[in-house]
């Protein structure tokens, strides 16, 4: 009978405690293949954010409260705070630094219904949000939707807006398919006060490649959800509203990201309100995420260990408790002719088979924790458990085994086979 064969069976004999190991050994793995994965992905965002220095900075307008525009709600009323529109001339002041290469402006928010060619009103995507009375979108205009959009958006099907474009309109993809909108439909945008409303063309369906945080948009109305975002060129942004706004936000790239810092300083110099406008720069967010990033790396890896030294531990005192159990079965063994390494083989195999079912086991439930809501709040993108992952659970597993088996037996291999046989006596 082979050794398998005799591992099958004790282990069908012993059912209880071949049970205790697994669950073990299952707990052990889950756990690992869990914090592997999340450390892994904080490794490749934080190599993301090393190999993807940023380019860019914004330059975007401060809001203040203007007397003439109130809001009311029931029997409240209160001030809006309107935004100090980025003029030409102070965008020409920027762009003249020595470096700074092109720039890409976002209209200020406008809001508006959106209707098709047949004059029927479109539904905006709510998802779980309850949809209220006010079924508007939300209208940004942008002069380069490539520029200004690249890092949030990713174009499905259609072209980007750019400063040629006229007349032209880029919705989500979940709006696009709940309003069966197709490359080329004419939409019609209506803004308040506007009967007539401007005909666009849809020219391009985006999707968000940043993923919103659903806490925060159970709060918001329909037409605040990026799904219900409508892009359209800086023309049309300026047609809808009669010139009463302008642009509120400009994103400039600079020719060598090496010289951001530099170039950064420079414009803060310039001769500029800056009561008025502020420049932000998201290499300091970045670095923010990357400390960020770290952290979660550094405190998971430390967990890792210390979840294999606790496995170790535990397993150990199983094998040590079952060792002690079998004494009278090891001294027969001894006393047919069985050498002890061939023993100590045996009850590494007996080890093995709960272990590669517990392996199994967890790599499925290691694929749904991962996807599931309980780790979206480290922010962090983890992916299906890769093959690489459980390459290191079965290594880590091998020397988690044979480290404990050597420790359990111990006494097995250094004990005299005649000491062996008057402690079962």
């Known amino acids: 009978m082979n050794r398998i064969s005799l591992a099958v069976k004790y282990l069908t004999r012993k059912k209880s405690r071949a049970f205790l190991i697994l669950i073990v050994f299952f707990a052990i793995n889950v756990m690992a293949f869990t914090i592997i994965s999340i450390r892994e ?33 029931g029997s409240t009323i209160s001030f809006m705070s309107v935004p100090h529109l980025i003029t030409d001339e102070v965008i ?8 700074i290469k092109t720039y890409a402006a976002h209209y200020a928010f406008l809001s508006g219904k959106i209707s098709d060619h047949n004059g029927s009103p479109l539904e905006l995507a709510a998802y779980n949000v309850p949809a209220e009375e006010d ?24 072209k980007h807006i750019t400063p040629d474009s006229q007349r032209e309109a880029m919705v989500n993809a979940q709006f696009a398919k709940q309003n069966n909108l197709n490359i080329g439909d004419r939409l019609t945008i209506t803004t308040p006060g506007d009967t007539s409303g401007t005909e666009v063309v849809l020219s391009g369906i985006y999707e968000n490649t940043v993923e919103p945080d659903e806490a925060g948009e159970t709060e918001l109305f329909p037409s605040e959800l990026s799904e219900n975002f409508i892009y359209v060129d ?11 706004q302008g642009i509120v936000s400009v994103k400039f790239f600079v020719d060598r990201p090496d010289q951001m810092t530099a170039i950064f300083a420079q414009a803060q110099r310039l001769d500029i309100d800056w009561n008025k406008y502020v420049l932000f720069n998201e290499a300091d967010t970045s670095l923010i995420d990357a400390d960020s ?110 480290a404990s088996i050597c420790v359990s037996d111990a006494l097995l291999l250094y004990a005299p086979p005649k000491t062996i046989f008057e402690k079962t006596n």
């Open 92 to 99: 020409e002041k920027i762009m003249i630094i020595d470096g």
């Open 293 to 402: 990033v770290k952290a979660v790396s550094n405190q998971f890896f430390v967990l890792n260990a210390v979840i294999i030294f606790a496995g170790f531990l535990v397993i150990t005192l199983i094998l040590m408790l079952q060792t002690k159990m079998r004494e009278n079965e090891i001294a027969i063994l001894l006393s047919l002719g069985f050498t002890k390494n061939r023993i100590v083989l045996q009850h590494i195999i007996e080890v093995m088979i709960p272990a590669g079912i517990s392996i199994a086991a967890a790599y499925f439930t290691g694929n749904y924790l991962i996807s599931s809501k309980l780790f979206q709040a480290i922010h962090i993108t983890v992916n299906d458990i890769q093959t690489v992952t459980v390459v290191q659970i079965i290594v880590t597993n091998l020397c988690l085994l044979a």
């Open 41 to 73: 992905a904080a490794d490749d965002a934080l190599a993301d954010l090393e190999q993807k220095p940023l380019d860019y900075f914004y330059l975007d307008s401060q809001y203040e409260t203007d007397q003439e525009t109130v809001e009311v709600e």
């Open 135 to 158: 079924d508007a979108a939300s209208i940004r205009g942008v002069s380069d939707s490539d520029l200004y959009l690249g890092s949030i958006i990713n174009l499905t099907a259609g």
């Open 234 to 244: 800086c023309g049309t942004a300026l047609a809808l509203d009669d010139g009463k």
